[in-house]
T-cell receptor
């Protein structure tokens, strides 16, 4: 199937680290992305990882990929109240050439308590 | 560089009507994709256009259609609206359409309410 699963809700205290998890199903996925959506807004691309990588770090963000278990995680260090949003993982599959189709996860609502 | 713009931002229609939503991609971007976001189904891919051609289509009924113009602007149309079509419709633009990594930039969306 095409399901990409995420836990629904995560609550952390300001200054702590947040870890958002995602499980995908298609081992042929080429790129995996993390998007952020704030209330009333569109999607903001945070970071991505290529399927042959294990880890990618980008400032406060660390992406870990376990291809064997089809598990992706996003760690946000020193979480701030401005990080409160819904986070989506998404995968891009190879449909034999030209496509930008993304399969999105269910989204995780991150609530940061001051 | 201006971002992706979508018009209108909010729309209220009644069942049976039709609606047209518009998306202007980032200047120079040739690929436009559309997504529907609802609380129940989440984010679902509708279709993608590149150089005025539909490259991929999601699992939606034929009431959902789209097109792309020579300036890369895209429209999507929903005919015979149903209550379940109420959603946030998001447009994303990217430079090219290929199997390689290709950043997609999303617009703010059009919130459609069907009464």
């Amino acid at each position: 199937g095409e399901d990409v699963e995420q836990s629904l809700f995560l609550s952390v205290r300001e200054g702590d680290s947040s870890v958002i998890n995602c499980t995908y199903t298609d081992s042929s996925s080429t790129y995996l992305y993390w998007y952020k959506q704030e209330p009333g807004a569109g999607l903001q691309l945070l970071t991505y990882i290529f399927s042959n990588m294990d880890m990618k770090q980008d400032q406060r963000l660390t992406v870990l990929l376990n291809k064997k278990d089809k598990h992706l995680s996003l760690r946000i260090a020193d979480t701030q109240t401005g990080d409160s949003a819904i986070y989506f993982c998404a995968e891009s599959r190879d449909y034999g050439g030209a496509t930008n189709k993304l399969i999105f996860g269910t989204g995780t609502l991150l609530a940061v308590q001051p | 560089k201006a971002g992706v713009t979508q018009t209108p931002r909010y729309l209220i229609k009644t069942r049976g009507q039709q609606v047209t939503l518009s998306c202007s991609p980032i200047s120079g971007h040739r690929s436009v994709s559309w997504y529907q976001q609802t609380p129940g189904q989440g984010l679902q891919f509708l279709f993608e256009y590149f150089s005025e051609t539909q490259r991929n289509k999601g699992n939606f009924p034929g009431r959902f259609s789209g097109r792309q113009f020579s300036n890369s602007r895209s429209e999507m149309n929903v005919s015979t609206l149903e209550l379940g079509d109420s959603a946030l419709y998001l447009c994303a633009s990217s430079l090219v359409s290929s199997g390689k990594r290709n950043e997609q930039f999303f617009g703010p969306g059009t919130r459609l309410t069907v009464l």
